[in-house]
């Protein structure tokens, strides 16, 4: 007894003694390692570049910034601890994170409950349909993806699609909402096959959709090493239809898997961070992407990825809210709703009370793969 | 004698969840404290299991998923409410691990903990692939408790934290009394018997089958509630709870420690649920620090943190 009692007093000492001193205090919760380190990562490390830079040019209206971040591991159950943990001890004015969907809902009640504005890195529409009064954020949803990609098929005359889905969080979600918004472009999906997360060859799942009469084109929700294979495989079958990847593949570590060869042709909706090279000078996303893309690279020694792009657009939001609203939770909260064309490397964002999201299909650029290299096609 | 050993270490408990608020500087320390208790309860129930009947289990998160998606599925689709709820996940549960323990309890060792492992791994499947019911790895919301409304219509106003605190130490107490009553009645001495020796038990005419079939059904139900109170606390659940890290986790809080004492298997749960939370300073170490604690543990105090100090304490030594 003696033995439990002390135990949890010395945790609590030690605890007690993380809280810090004044400043702005901004909450990050995220899943830089585990199965979801992919997104958590480069969102970690952008959260942590971004506001070094914030304090050396010193700080918003004069205070520093002061990060605490928490790595979940992907667990929501974590997450939801660490939440209570940023709001109730660290008392920090505002959360970013949640880099999935599960970490980010579990994060969500508790920003609710504790009246912090919180932007998520997550992709599902469930985050911000219906609008949570506190609750923003940054990646466009895997619906807005589907759009994307179901317009292109429209001007290309493709009606009638195939669709091989990945079973993992990603590809489960955007399969979801393909499915939903598919009768607003007209599509009909005739074949719907999906694969495991760890599969290694999908010519059966592949087979079947060109043995389905009418197939048009072949779509891929997917994300990792899953849509590599898929377009390896067809390529082997030598199935001649057009294919969509998502937007969770683009990145040239999508090309270097598949092989260029294989990828030639493939068409994705990406955004403007991964084509910031071939952006055209008029674009007004291109400095912003640039000076990421410069920072991180420099800073890191690996290339930007779209997930640490959520990260970079959300800290911005969240700091330039802080400029205009000080550092009390409702008025970022209020600052950040009345956010208006604020250029990120993800999309142009308008807040309102209505969207939380702020971005609309324009985010997205047509991407098709050209002699392993990317080609704007809008 | 035993019996006031029992009252004893039930109202030590009671008065440390009871003081330990007191000393808590923020509203934070009540989730902490929540969380212990629920991993408590749950690994109350693998004492039973492994503890007194000597059976192993590493597929427990698997009730603990049926437990929390029973209350995010029956409030949406039957209509249930979440209490009753719970009880609907502990039936399910039970009915489960009479159907599947049936089989698999006749296996020992190494092959009832792979044939467990199994089980826990298809509940975890099927939570993941059923999408359209499920929701996916994406998980799905679950409605809070509508006791907390209740009670702040009768004018007491508690946090989501507190409540959980209070909510939690009630279940994890109840289990815990139930678990020590076991202990001493007939069927926990026969349990410890077959723990002992299977051979020797039935040979004294204990009918070794239906004792460890028990068992199985007992650690379900409460691997089941845990996983209702973990779900409606957080809102939110996703299959992560019936995951095969989830099921090691609550054997590792157990045998930590102390798989054979219930007191020392509240210590472990409350020493691995606290040890990532103070150990976010180093971050990088944490899972270092974690695997020393429980080497150095297995090798200095072979029979569990609790137990192995106690004896240590009444000088008989290890």
């Known amino acids: ?378 | 004698m035993k019996l006031s050993s029992k009252w004893m270490q039930l109202a030590a408990l009671a008065v440390l969840v009871a003081v330990l608020p007191l000393f808590f500087p923020s509203g934070y320390y009540y989730r902490v404290g929540a969380l212990i208790f629920v991993n408590g309860l749950a690994v109350t129930g693998l004492v039973i299991l492994i503890g007194y009947a000597g059976q192993i289990s590493l597929g427990h998160a698997g009730f603990a998923g049926i437990g929390g998606y029973a209350c995010a599925l029956a409030p949406a689709h039957l209509g249930l409410p979440p209490s009753l709820s719970i009880l609907l996940g502990a039936v399910i549960s039970a009915v489960l691990a009479v159907l599947i323990g049936k089989p698999i309890l006749r296996l020992r060792g190494y092959y009832l903990a792979v044939a467990t492992l199994g089980f826990g791994i298809l509940v975890s499947m099927v939570l993941t692939n059923e999408r359209a019911l499920t929701g996916g790895p994406d998980g799905m919301a679950v409605q809070g408790l509508a006791l907390r409304k209740i009670l702040r219509g009768w004018g007491w106003k508690l946090s989501s934290g507190e409540f959980w605190y209070i909510l939690s130490a009630l279940a994890m107490l109840v289990g815990v009394w139930i678990a020590l009553n076991l202990f001493q009645s007939a069927t926990g001495r026969a349990m410890r018997a077959l723990h002992g020796s299977e051979v020797a038990a039935r040979t004294v005419g204990i009918d070794v089958a239906r004792l460890k079939l028990q068992a199985f059904v007992i650690s379900a139900v409460y691997a089941s509630v845990a996983g209702s109170l973990l779900a409606l606390q957080n809102q939110f659940v996703t299959p992560d709870i019936a995951g095969f890290m989830h099921s090691i986790e609550m054997v590792t809080m157990a045998v930590l420690g102390g798989v054979g004492s219930v007191l020392g298997a509240v210590t472990g749960s409350a020493i691995l649920t606290l040890l990532p939370q103070v150990l976010t300073v180093f971050a990088e170490y944490e899972q270092l620090v974690l695997g020393l604690v429980m080497i150095l543990v297995m090798i200095f105090l072979p029979r569990g943190l609790l137990p192995s100090i106690a004896a240590k304490l009444k000088g008989r030594g290890e």
Request: hydrophobic residues 40%.
């Open chain 1, 1 to 378: 007894m003696k033995l439990l009692m002390t135990t949890a007093v010395s945790a609590l000492v030690v605890l007690g003694t993380t809280a810090a001193m004044a400043d702005i205090k901004l909450g990050a919760s995220l899943s830089a390692s585990g199965p979801a380190a992919f997104l958590g990562d480069p969102e970690a490390k952008t959260i942590e570049m971004m506001v070094e830079q914030i304090n050396e040019a010193g700080g918003i209206n004069g205070e520093k910034i002061d990060l605490v971040l928490y790595d979940d591991g992907g667990d929501p159950n974590k997450a939801r601890t660490f939440a209570t943990r940023l709001v109730e001890d660290d008392e920090v004015v505002a959360i970013i994170g949640g880099s999935t969907t599960g970490t980010t809902m579990s994060i969500l009640s508790v920003a609710e409950d504790a009246e912090v504005p919180f932007i998520s890195l997550a992709g599902a529409i469930q985050i911000i349909d219906p609008v949570h009064k506190w609750v923003f954020k940054t990646p466009h949803t895997d619906r807005m993806a589907c759009e994307k990609i179901f317009s292109d098929m429209q001007q290309k005359g493709i009606t009638k699609i195939g669709m091989i889905s990945g079973t993992d969080g990603f590809g489960a979600s955007m399969q979801a909402q393909c499915k939903d918004v598919a009768p607003k472009y007209a599509i009909e999906i005739l074949s719907d096959e999906t694969y495991g997360p760890q599969d290694a060859d999908m010519t059966p799942q592949l087979t079947k959709i060109r043995n389905t009469d009418g197939v048009q084109a072949i779509l891929n929700p997917g994300f990792g090493q899953g849509p590599a294979i898929v377009t390896r495989n067809k390529a082997q079958l030598g199935i001649d239809l057009p294919l969509y990847e998502s937007h969770g593949v683009a990145s040239d570590g999508f090309i270097e898997l598949a092989g260029a060869a294989a990828a030639e042709g493939v068409r994705l909706p990406g955004t403007a961070l991964l084509v910031a090279a071939i952006l055209p000078d008029s674009d007004p996303q291109k400095p912003v992407v640039t000076a990421y893309k410069t920072a991180y690279e420099a800073k890191y020694g690996e290339t930007v990825s779209t997930f640490g792009g959520y990260a970079h657009d959300a800290v911005d939001l969240m700091t330039n809210a802080m400029k205009t609203g000080g550092s009390d939770p409702a008025a970022i909260r209020d600052a950040l709703e009345a956010t208006q064309g604020y250029v990120g490397t993800t999309g142009i964002y308008s807040f309102s009370p209505e969207d939380h999201l702020g971005l609309d299909l324009s985010a997205f650029k047509m991407l098709e793969i050209r002699d392993g290299g990317w080609t704007l096609i809008d």
